[in-house]
């Protein structure tokens, strides 16, 4: 009979179906691929980008600071707690009276010299190298993300001392810079430990030289103060790359950027998805095609 004759069953949906698949997972693969790969570089480029808007920002922070010459941070009294680093101190007697008390033409009692000494102000210096870096201190003990600092080949500051990504980009912007480079001259990045390392060359101008000239050309309170002894610091040239703002900012993965994708995305992958399994069973339930044993059957 024809239900049981074996030679009815059809092997063409089997090989058709074999045909159909390979093709379809070559298509959901590089799909999937594509958007994997387009995520991760996406995720670079933002990052990147985060990166340069820190640095912008903290050449904003030394623009600010620069517009007034550096800040002045002021305490009153002897007493008072030391607001961080400084590079002069300037004291005054809140009255001529206390100064006179204070500089001993005048001879008070100690109770007077004490209340001159409890009102005596203190103006204490911060040139904008300084604020930037006291604001990368905060940056960083409040836990932000992105994390940056100023630092140089050589440092007035042993704090800022580069590390082996930030010695590496030195070279690299130098070696730009040589070459005339425009925007990529200046800055230079790279992965590392699923962190974004940023940097941004930070070129000389004149008014630093007064400071990071020379060791000998550099004023007494930079010379004499040990916070600023670093071993270095020096030989900047005008208009020459001297130092580096340096980012660090968590490079986010793209597993994790899928995570956190809205359902609405989920639901048209979804959507794709049942459209091409659809397909394939359209394909594979095509009525079968006489084949030409059949034919010789009837
Ligand atoms: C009045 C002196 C003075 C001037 C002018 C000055 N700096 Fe500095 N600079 C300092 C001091 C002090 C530090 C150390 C700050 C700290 O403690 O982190 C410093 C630190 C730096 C650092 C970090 C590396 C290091 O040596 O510790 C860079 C980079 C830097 N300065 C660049 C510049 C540039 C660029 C200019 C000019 C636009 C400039 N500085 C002008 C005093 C100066």
Same mark, same amino acid.
């Given at each position: 009979m024809d239900k049981s004759n074996p030679s009815r069953v059809n092997p063409l949906p089997s090989r058709l179906?074999?045909?159909?698949?390979?093709?379809?997972?070559?298509?959901?693969?590089?799909?999937?691929?594509?958007?994997?790969?387009?995520? /991760?570089?996406?995720?670079?480029? @933002?990052?990147?980008?985060?990166? =340069?808007?820190?640095?912008?920002?903290?050449?904003?922070?030394?623009?600010?600071?620069? @517009?007034?010459? *550096?800040?002045?941070?002021?305490?009153?009294?002897?007493?008072?707690?030391?607001?961080?680093?400084?590079?002069?101190?300037?004291?005054?007697?809140?009255?001529?009276?206390?100064?006179?008390?204070?500089?001993?033409? =005048?001879?008070?009692?100690?109770?007077?010299?004490?209340?001159?000494?409890? &009102?005596?102000?203190?103006?204490?210096?911060?040139?904008?190298?300084?604020? /930037?870096?006291?604001?990368?201190?905060?940056?960083?003990?409040? *836990?932000?993300?992105?994390?940056?600092?100023?630092?140089?080949?050589?440092?007035?500051? =042993?704090?800022?001392?580069?590390?082996?990504?930030?010695?590496?980009?030195?070279?690299?912007? /130098?070696?730009?810079?040589?070459?005339?480079?425009?925007?990529?001259?200046?800055?230079?990045? =790279?992965?590392?430990?699923?962190?974004?390392?940023?940097? &941004?060359?930070?070129?000389?101008?004149?008014?630093?030289?007064?400071?990071?000239?020379?060791?000998?050309?550099?004023?007494?309170?930079?010379?004499?103060?040990? /916070?600023?002894?670093?071993?270095?610091?020096?030989?900047?040239?005008?208009?020459?790359?001297?130092?580096?703002?340096?980012?660090?900012?968590?490079?986010?993965?793209?597993?994790?950027?899928?995570?956190?994708?809205?359902?609405?995305?989920?639901?048209?992958?979804?959507?794709?998805?049942?459209?091409?399994?659809?397909?394939?069973?359209?394909?594979?339930h095509r009525p079968a095609a006489p084949t030409p044993a059949s034919d010789a059957r009837r």
């Open positions: 179906g074999l045909r159909l698949v390979v093709p379809m997972l070559l298509f959901a693969g590089g799909l999937g691929a594509a958007s994997w790969t387009l995520s /991760q570089s996406l995720l670079l480029e @933002q990052t990147i980008s985060e990166g =340069r808007t820190v640095a912008d920002m903290v050449e904003n922070i030394g623009r600010w600071a620069s @517009q007034y010459g *550096g800040v002045h941070a002021r305490t009153v009294g002897s007493s008072a707690k030391m607001p961080g680093n400084f590079l002069t101190r300037s004291v005054y007697a809140m009255s001529s009276g206390d100064g006179q008390v204070l500089s001993g033409s =005048r001879v008070g009692d100690a109770t007077a010299e004490r209340n001159a000494l409890d &009102r005596m102000e203190a103006y204490h210096w911060k040139n904008p190298a300084l604020v /930037q870096r006291e604001v990368a201190d905060v940056v960083a003990a409040a *836990g932000s993300k992105a994390r940056y600092r100023l630092t140089a080949r050589t440092v007035l500051n =042993r704090n800022n001392t580069p590390d082996a990504f930030e010695r590496e980009a030195l070279d690299a912007v /130098q070696t730009a810079a040589d070459q005339g480079g425009g925007r990529a001259a200046q800055e230079y990045w =790279r992965v590392s430990g699923g962190r974004l390392l940023y940097a &941004r060359s930070v070129v000389a101008q004149a008014s630093c030289l007064r400071c990071h000239g020379s060791a000998e050309s550099a004023p007494e309170f930079i010379r004499t103060n040990a /916070q600023f002894n670093g071993g270095g610091g020096y030989g900047y040239v005008e208009g020459k790359p001297s130092g580096l703002i340096s980012v660090a900012l968590p490079l986010p993965h793209a597993s994790s950027a899928f995570a956190k994708l809205p359902p609405a995305v989920w639901a048209a992958v979804a959507a794709a998805g049942i459209g091409a399994l659809w397909l394939l069973g359209l394909a594979l």
